[in-house]
């Protein structure tokens, strides 16, 4: 009997995360570009940060640690939903009948259905550590402020949760999801924050934007002293916690007894396509050679088309300028159906390695990842996340060239969450909507 899944042993589980910071800074030799103050434009220091953070996040933004501890208390919270499986894709690779091996690192099977509450979890620890009685934060299809709520449920947190009104209007389910987990949901743009009503008198139908969303939670935060900001994707720390990710894969195909040629990952913010990558990217830059690449939508196609420049990373101008691929803080995305992809900009550490070459992005039309993800529903019987399509769209692209030039090229991409909740966005697809 072949293998077509792996899991890991107890004493095979990640202890630390993985920091790409110090490997960077000696193989790229380069300075990772400082985040700024809105205002004066200098650095920002941990001090600007803490009305927002919990300290020991703005620690690991900043670390310079290869490797940082996963607290105890939160392998035992790994310990309940990790590892998630690592699964050979055989059935799409005879229906391709490509001679390269697909694997897929399968976050679906999370509690909150997608690779977030990997971050989630850690952020609410700190938070709770750290005496913070409420999290506010932003949601785009709603997989974040579902892991969020689930972990501040678990850590006794207040959850306020900015929903993007497009998304609030056309995920029913995924509002009442947060709500069971005793989230406080707001559409956004809002009544309830200055910058949402700002928002609304400039357009009184806006469909919303995660870097509006930012802005109202943000604002809240800042304003209240017991209150912190929690982001899904984007920061250093964020894509630090998410390299559980691929610190497993990397472990899970040394079992398979393979090594990948080619590491996919579709491109929100960045954090999952970073937390699937940065484990082999630590093995490029000690002398391995392997393609990466990007997914991304058209309609939002920040990598791609972006400029590698200072932005806000939210809609008002609130935020510290950060270095990054973007299409502008202002960009207003049309609204797709892999919400979690409309964001303006990519993380800093992920645009450096695409600024460094080593990433290659694609962008995609809707339509096209949707007749992939059926292709690969059908094979292998997963409702993958319209977000997560994208990367599928490329495995099998990439699957498809192998075929042509005869390579036995092993590819691996990153299923960051499952599309049970999509399932308006598949009514639309399968009634030929777009
Ligand atoms: C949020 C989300 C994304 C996009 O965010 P990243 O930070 O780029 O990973 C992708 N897939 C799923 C399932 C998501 O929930």
Redesign the pocket.
């Known amino acids: 009997m072949k293998t077509y899944i792996q899991y890991l042993e107890p004493k095979e589980r990640p202890t630390s995360f993985y920091n790409i910071i110090p490997d960077i800074e000696k193989y790229l030799k380069m300075e990772i570009p400082p985040v700024l103050h809105p205002a004066t434009k200098q650095p920002v220091t941990p001090n600007d940060l803490a009305p927002l953070f919990p300290m020991e996040l703005i620690k690991q933004e900043v670390s310079r640690e290869k490797e940082i501890d996963i607290p105890e208390e939160i392998q035992e919270l790994y310990e309940t939903y990790r590892p998630t499986p690592m699964i050979r894709a055989a059935q799409l690779e005879k229906i391709l009948d490509t001679p390269a091996h697909i694997y897929f690192k399968y976050?679906?099977t999370t509690p909150s259905?997608?690779?977030?509450i990997n971050t989630a979890l850690v952020q609410a620890y700190y938070s709770k550590k750290e005496g913070v009685k409420k999290i506010t934060t932003e949601t785009?299809?709603g997989?974040?402020g579902t892991a969020l709520s689930i972990s501040c449920a678990h850590f006794g947190l207040e959850c306020q949760v900015f929903m993007v009104k497009t998304s609030y209007q056309s995920k029913p389910y995924r509002r009442e999801v947060m709500r069971l987990f005793g989230a406080n949901l707001i559409p956004s743009p809002s009544n309830s924050t200055a910058c949402g009503r700002k928002f609304l008198e400039e357009d009184k139908d806006c469909p919303g934007s995660l870097g509006m969303a930012i802005s109202e939670a943000v604002e809240v935060a800042a304003q209240n002293d017991d209150t912190k900001y929690a982001l899904?994707?984007?920061l250093n720390h964020?894509l630090l916690h998410?390299t559980i990710v691929g610190l497993e894969a990397k472990k899970q195909m040394e079992k398979f007894g393979e090594y990948p040629d080619t590491v996919i990952?579709?491109?929100?913010?960045?954090?999952?396509?970073?937390?699937f990558a940065f484990p082999f990217v630590h093995d490029v830059f000690r002398g391995k050679k392997i393609e990466f690449l990007a997914s991304e939508p058209e309609a939002c196609p920040k990598l791609t088309e972006g400029k590698y420049e200072y932005d806000f990373g939210d809609s008002a101008g609130m935020t510290p300028l950060i270095k990054m691929y973007t299409l502008g803080h202002k960009f207003m995305p049309s609204p797709i159906h892999?919400g979690?992809?409309r964001?303006h900009g990519a993380?800093p550490l992920a645009s450096i390695l695409k600024n460094a070459g080593m990433v290659r992005s694609i962008p995609y039309p809707q339509i096209e990842t949707f007749k992939a993800t059926q292709i690969f529903a059908k094979a292998q019987g997963i409702i993958p996340?319209p977000?997560?399509a994208h990367a599928i769209k490329t495995a099998i692209d990439e699957a498809l060239k192998a075929k042509e030039s005869g390579e036995k090229k092993v590819i691996i991409f990153n299923l960051?969450?499952?599309g049970h909740f999509d399932m308006q966005a598949y009514a639309d697809f399968l009634d030929g909507k777009f």
Not at 265 to 275: D, E, K, M, P, R
């Open positions: 976050e679906g259905g997608s690779h977030k785009g299809a997989q974040w899904g994707s984007v964020v998410q990952g579709c491109v929100g913010g960045g954090s999952n396509f970073a937390g892999a979690g992809l964001y993380a996340a977000e997560s960051s969450g499952h």
